[in-house]
């Protein structure tokens, strides 16, 4: 087999993923007195099939690489390893363990967007971690922004191009970027929005400058959907809340995701931080769903809970959650890796590294196999 370059990897994965509105994904910060809220739209050419996901504490894991999961190949360094602090409920489309974003028991929301813009440091005398794989990291292990900036430094991320969004349960929001091979953080200050698309977070508040009320003569239309403004939009909605708003505070980041969705929204979420409470809908099944931390246990001593994304439920779901097992979640991973499959530029990559689609699948359908619990179950401090 061909060595993978991770040049024509990347190449080949944005081909695959970067269709018109795959970039538009968004997130924000909603804070004011007694208000901490998190918001999120997930945007892509088409439904995305999904599992929510309740992740345990206690539970020790072994980082994967890029190059691992997709071709076999095996870091000369050693890996990341680790030990869960923290359960979570995350939102998954490459199956158990590789999750887009979610929330932790600490309050911590970290989420991922699009930016072609990134370039991950290169390779070192650190551990490789495909950054999927890092947002769970992220949420095993971190319950503060600060403590998320640390870990940025402590492996090297390898895969496609994304950059990150963090809150945690203080209301302190970040922009995580790797640019340049650099570790590029906003936050405080120097997030004087906290609201993040798919340009570089400076790029974005240049931008800005151009709108009404931000400096500028452009107009922002909140009705209107295009990928261009979503920024504009987010900034505009946060600045202009208040508790004393007619619409409650739930109701008002759900109606500033519809403001920033270009209309290839396939999933979003809202995180009430405060109350470890979380409402998400789909494409598939559009009406509000709820699920809250505090219903489950989240010792390691029984298997992770999971939910269909596209199940057609209506309110608080968290009753309707099953144990994990590894059909669901094969079915999931066979399931999205599928929908990839006929794409010209994947069947060449294929071909030309001697990869199968069906070993991919494999690596991670395997995964949380090789995962055990480790230490007795008490409650996490958040």
């Known amino acids: 087999m061909r060595k993978l370059s991770p040049a024509i990897v990347v190449a080949v994965v944005l081909s695959m993923i970067l269709r018109p509105g795959a970039e538009a994904c968004s997130s924000f910060t909603l804070r004011d007195d007694g208000v901490l809220i998190a918001g999120r739209n997930l945007d892509a050419p088409g439904p995305l099939p999904g599992l929510v996901v309740v992740n345990k504490r206690g539970v020790k894991k072994t ?21 869960s602090k923290y359960g979570s409920i995350t939102f998954n489309y490459s199956g158990l363990e590789f999750p887009d974003g979610g929330m932790n028991e600490a309050g911590l929301v970290f989420q991922e967007m699009t930016l072609i813009e990134s370039k991950y440091p290169a390779d070192d005398s650190r551990a490789a971690i495909f950054m999927v794989q890092w947002i769970q990291y992220i949420l095993d292990t971190c319950a503060t922004v600060e403590e998320v900036v640390q870990s940025a430094h402590i492996a090297v991320l390898d895969g496609w191009n994304w950059h990150f969004y963090a809150v945690d349960s203080s209301g302190s929001s970040a922009a995580v970027e790797f640019l340049d091979g650099e570790v590029v953080v906003h936050t405080g200050e120097a997030l004087r929005h906290p609201v993040l698309a798919n340009s570089p977070y400076t790029q974005e508040l240049k931008l800005l400058e151009e709108f009404e009320g931000f400096g500028g003569t452009t107009p922002i239309d909140a009705d209107r959907q295009e990928i261009d403004g979503r920024f504009a939009k987010g900034a505009s909605l946060l600045e202009r809340y208040s508790t004393a708003a007619e619409i409650p505070p739930m109701k008002y980041a759900w109606k500033t995701l519809d403001a920033m969705s270009p209309g290839t929204t396939q999933s979003a979420q809202v995180y009430d931080i405060t109350h470890r409470r979380i409402e998400f809908r789909s494409s598939r099944a559009p009406t509000i769903r709820s699920v809250s931390l505090d219903a489950f246990d989240l010792g390691c001593d029984s298997p992770a809970m999971v939910l269909d994304l596209d199940l057609d439920l209506e309110g608080d779901v968290s009753g309707r959650f099953e144990p994990y097992t590894v059909v669901n979640n094969s079915r999931l991973v066979s399931e999205n890796l599928l929908l990839f499959s006929e794409h010209p530029e994947l069947q060449a990559f294929l071909e030309g590294t001697g990869v199968r689609l069906e070993s991919i699948v494999a690596r991670f359908v395997e995964y949380p196999g090789t995962t055990s619990c480790e230490v007795p179950e008490t409650a996490a401090e958040p």
Request: glycine share 14%.
């Open 63 to 83: 980082g994967k690489s890029f190059d691992w999961l997709y071709g076999g190949e095996r870091s000369p360094h050693s890996p990341l390893t680790w030990v």
